[in-house]
């Protein structure tokens, strides 16, 4: 939108999604509403095994909505 880099890299590499699916992140509270406006925002997610390391600890973390919605067809985005 306008320019937004939804999938911007910090000094150590790790886009937004990746670091809002860290223990850390989990542990201070739910990360949903986050995670859904960077999707909406055109963010991506990441691939493979660490797809579903992520997506693990989301459930171990009772995110299971959210990683319900990963899984689906659409991977959380909307469609326009």
């Known amino acids: 939108q306008l320019g937004a880099d939804a999938d911007l890299r910090n000094s150590s590499g790790f886009t937004t999604i990746q670091i ?5 992140m989990f542990e ?10 960077l999707l909406g925002w055109g963010a ?27 899984e689906s067809e659409l991977g959380g985005r ?3």
């Open 20 to 24: 809002l699916f860290s223990d850390a």
């Open 28 to 37: 201070r509270g739910d990360i949903s509403c986050r995670v859904g406006l």
């Open 44 to 70: 991506t997610f990441i691939d493979g095994d660490e797809w579903r390391h992520s997506l693990s600890r989301a459930r171990k973390w009772g995110y299971h909505k959210l990683a319900d919605l990963f």
């Open 78 to 80: 909307r469609c326009e």
